[in-house]
């Protein structure tokens, strides 16, 4: 089956810095989406991207659909104490299965 | 009430019980599904229902028992589960349209099973 490699697994960053996370698949999707989730909550979905090369903003957050249709990015910009929390990225072929990445755990030292 | 909801948010049994989990959707979406979040392991997809039917049983053993009335409640019956299904169970819905599934998760259900 499809596989996602998202990394990095954690990072420990200092308050105003930027981040950087990605996911590899070893096969394509049409869809990638970019989760945050805070301990004991549901992911909530903070970007979707549907197109190769697609780049998107929410605020602070940038993410991009890679072109070989195999990789995603999510970038933070001047990270604040509430950006902490774990980044999960997802692919979709075509079908409501989404592949999870195993997570990115971001902290922000004030 | 906005998004998607879940009840209840803890739960705790013991192996011979029977309980449910309730999910219910204020988004408008035609899909529904239930995850598994199990520490130090990605999601797991259990179940989707598009409009309804069943379209994916990712399979999950019959100890667990979806029920789907309508495109805005999903159920997930547990009877005689063991102690390694403890885990964070999460619903989600979805609208189904154009190859795209946005998923947009509840705040989920901790089973913690004795």
């Known amino acids: 089956g499809q596989q996602l490699n998202q990394s990095p697994q954690s990072m420990f960053i200092q308050e105003g810095e930027d981040v950087s996370m990605n996911c590899t698949s070893s096969?394509?999707?049409?869809?990638w989406l970019w989760y945050k989730q805070d301990p004991g909550e549901g992911p909530v979905l903070l970007i979707a991207?549907?197109?190769?090369?697609e780049l998107t903003s929410n605020g602070r957050l940038t993410a991009q659909f890679g072109i070989t249709r195999k990789d995603s990015f999510l970038n933070i910009s001047a990270s604040i104490p509430s950006d902490v929390g774990i980044y999960f990225c997802a692919g979709q072929l075509y079908t409501p299965k989404s592949t999870f990445g195993d997570g990115t755990t971001l902290t922000v030292k004030p | 009430e906005t998004g998607v909801t879940q009840t209840p948010r803890h739960l705790v049994m013991g192996m011979t019980n029977k309980k449910s989990l309730k999910c219910e959707q204020h988004l408008g979406h035609n899909a529904m599904y239930w995850y598994k979040q199990s520490a130090k392991k990605p999601l797991e997809l259990m179940f989707v229902?598009?409009?309804?039917?069943?379209?994916e049983n990712n399979s999950v053993p019959s100890r667990f028992s979806p029920e789907c009335p309508n495109s805005s409640h999903l159920f997930l019956h547990l009877h005689t589960l063991q102690p390694e299904d403890s885990a964070l169970y999460l619903c989600?819905?979805?609208?189904?349209?154009?190859?795209?599934?946005?998923?947009?998760f509840g705040p989920g259900t901790r089973l913690t099973v004795t």
């Open positions: 096969s394509i999707f049409n869809t």
């Open positions: 229902y598009n409009f309804k039917e069943q379209t």
């Open positions: 991207l549907y197109k190769a090369g």
């Open positions: 989600a819905s979805s609208q189904v349209s154009g190859g795209h599934y946005e998923q947009y």
